[in-house]
Every structure is written in structure tokens, then in C-alpha cells.
């Protein structure tokens, strides 16, 4: 409250500013002071608390006493962290502030897998943020596999509504027994509900928590035709506000710590507000860019978890009438691999 005080006495002191300003500001920095309060409700761990280094040697960096990471990509490797502990359901955050300029052939990507512990069977949930040539903007893809489903895919592609290498945006994962949301800041872009249909491809086996940023160049930038370019390096990926959230699981005797995510305590979504889904459908109508649930060239029938959206399907057979209209051209997305490497704002 004393924050909101000096700040309110600010206003006061120009004498410039309107009653209705003097009212704005007021309202404004209530806003602010729960949105801090409600993000406190989650516990933000320090990278010792919660987290080993991965690969990348001196290329990751732990500052700020512990709460924040940078990693880092150069001719030499890429770099990343995982946590320490396997989680089976939860909410995974963290604040991520990208690299600028070319960025072509970069991906940095915040996301959940068992890989090391099923080759074949794996679960995934990810977040992969796309690197552009100069003057273009990052790209978003959100990927969802379940028991080694990568051929099935689930990948969705957006734009943002700002540029994520200016300044810190949260971005978050919530995954419960039978569904899975996608956040940026508070905005929910992405929900996926279980189905029966789904069987194990729905990701149900324990995870961990990985950060990394690695070269792509062979197909994160228009299917490999940018690359990226090291002149520019490093390339410097910031991570902060760490948030493991979640029913950690013994890795031997696969116990789980608590039964029920809801059951934490009430700081954790419990899924979508009417107010969130009003903003989700916004942020789909001006930025999502590809949906698997309408590539025709992929599928004849969608599967059975999607639910389409005329409008939805209409603007994404404008934007690409091959893929979204059925038509026989199509590239396939190649399953990466994140080890190591030598070589129009608006508001929703």
C-alpha cells in the first residue's frame, strides 16, 4: 500500500493531470498491487532451488542471486537447464525476455518432457519461441505429444502482440489430468481438453522442466532457407520469476507427492475465466497463424480433440489456402533435436 500511496501523491503533484486521470491512476496501481499479490501466491524458486544445469558449459549464466538465467548460443554450443525433480501435473512459468536483431535459426524453447526416460513412448508439452531475420518478428509454436505422438503433432503457430525481445512476458504452461493451457502473461492462447479418443497420446507420464536455446537452422526460419548467422552472436535468451508449481514425482519408486494439482492450495488456474476466454478468441482472431486441427493436407479428418471454428478455419485458409484449403503441397514440421551445436503492436 505504501507503493501505491507514492505513487497516487505523484499524480497529485502534477498539476496537469485531470480529476479522470487522478481516478485512472488510482485504479491502475490497484490493479497492479493484486496482479503482484496473486503472483506472489506462487512460489518463485531460485535456479538452485529448482533447477541443474543441462548442457552449454560457461554459455549458461546464474545472476541476480540466484532468481535469474541467461543462456546463451555461439559457434561453439547452445546451453539450456532442467529441474531437478519430475512432475506429474502442475503450473510451470517463467518470465523470458528473447535475444534481438537476426535472430534467424534460433529456438528457444520453455517446455515439459520424459524424454531420457522413454525414447520411443515420450510426452511433451512445449513452448518454442522462432527466430526471424532482421525487421521480422519472433514466432511462437506451441507443441502437445503424448506417448511418442510426434508424427500426430498438435503444433499450433502464432504471432505476439509485442516484441518479447524488448522487455520480460510470462509465459506459462498449467497441465492437469485432463487438460492442458497455454499462457502469455494472463492471456490463455491455447487449450486443450482430453478426449477419449485421445487414449495415451494425451502426455500423462511425469515430467521434467527444461529451458534451452539451440541452432536450428535446418528448419526454424522458412523451412531452413535463413540460418543462423554467428556474426551476430551470442545470442543471449533471459529467464526469471521461476515458477515449479506442480505434484513432483520420486523418480524410482514414481510417487507422487500430492494427489490432486487442485489441491495445492488456490493460487494455480482452475482453468479458463469467461473474461481469459474473451481474450483467447481476440489473440486467435488477430495472431494464430497454424492450427493442425484444419491442415487438410494433413488430415482428412481432424482429430478428435479439436474443436473447428468456422471463422477460425476462414481466416487460415486465407492466410495459407494450400495448407488450410487442401491443397496437395505440403512441408512437413521436422521433429527437433535441443542438444548442442558447434557451428504492428496492438493490444487483445
Avoid at 528473447?98 to 529456438?107: E, F, H, Q, R
Avoid at 526471424?132 to 510426434?150: A, D, L, M
Avoid at 481469459?276 to 486441427?293: E, G, P, V, W
Avoid at 480433440?305 to 488450410?324: G, H, M, Y
Wanted: glycine share 6%; aromatic share 12%.
Amino acid at each position: 500500500m505504501y507503493t501505491i500511496k507514492v505513487k497516487i501523491m505523484g499524480c497529485f503533484r502534477n498539476r496537469l493531470i485531470s480529476t479522470l486521470l487522478l481516478i485512472f491512476c488510482i485504479f491502475k496501481e490497484i490493479i497492479a498491487n493484486s496482479e503482484v499479490i496473486s503472483n506472489n501466491n506462487l512460489p518463485i524458486i531460485s535456479f538452485d532451488e529448482g533447477y541443474s544445469h543441462l548442457f552449454g558449459d560457461d554459455n549458461l549464466m546464474v545472476i541476480r542471486d540466484g532468481k535469474s538465467v541467461l543462456l546463451s548460443l555461439d559457434e561453439r554450443t547452445g546451453s539450456g537447464f532442467m529441474s531437478h525433480d519430475l512432475y506429474l501435473h502442475g503450473f510451470f512459468s517463467a518470465s523470458i525476455k528473447l535475444p534481438s536483431d537476426y535472430t534467424a535459426g534460433i529456438v528457444v524453447a520453455f517446455y515439459m518432457s520424459n524424454g531420457d526416460m522413454y525414447e520411443r513412448n515420450h510426452d511433451e508439452i512445449d513452448f518454442e519461441f522462432l527466430g526471424n531475420i532482421r525487421g521480422k518478428e519472433w514466432r511462437v509454436q506451441t507443441n502437445v505429444y503424448g506417448n511418442g505422438s510426434t508424427s500426430v503433432g498438435r503444433e499450433e503457430r502464432y504471432t505476439l502482440w509485442f516484441d518479447p525481445a524488448e522487455e520480460f512476458h510470462r509465459y506459462s504452461i498449467l497441465w492437469t489430468e485432463d487438460q492442458i493451457i497455454f499462457y502469455v502473461d494472463d492471456v490463455p492462447i491455447r487449450e486443450i481438453n482430453r478426449t477419449a479418443a485421445m487414449k495415451r497420446d494425451f502426455p500423462s507420464k511425469p515430467m521434467s522442466l527444461y529451458a534451452t536455446i539451440w541452432d536450428a537452422s535446418t528448419w526454424a526460419t522458412n523451412g531452413g532457407k535463413y540460418k543462423v548467422d554467428y556474426r551476430y552472436a551470442p545470442y543471449v535468451a533471459q529467464f526469471s520469476d521461476l515458477v515449479l508449481h506442480g505434484c513432483a514425482v520420486d523418480p524410482i519408486e514414481r510417487s507422487r507427492k500430492c494427489d490432486d494439482i487442485s489441491l495445492i492450495d488456490g493460487s494455480i488456474p482452475s482453468g479458463i475465466t469467461p473474461s481469459q476466454r474473451i481474450k483467447m478468441a481476440n489473440y486467435r482472431k488477430k495472431y494464430l497463424t497454424y492450427s493442425y486441427c484444419y491442415d487438410k493436407a494433413r488430415y482428412k479428418t481432424p482429430p478428435s480433440e479439436c474443436i473447428l471454428d468456422s471463422q477460425e478455419a476462414d481466416r487460415l485458409k486465407k492466410f495459407d489456402p494450400v495448407t488450410f484449403g487442401g491443397g496437395r503441397r505440403h512441408h512437413g514440421r521436422r521433429h527437433h533435436h535441443r542438444g548442442t551445436t558447434k557451428n504492428a503492436k496492438a493490444s487483445i
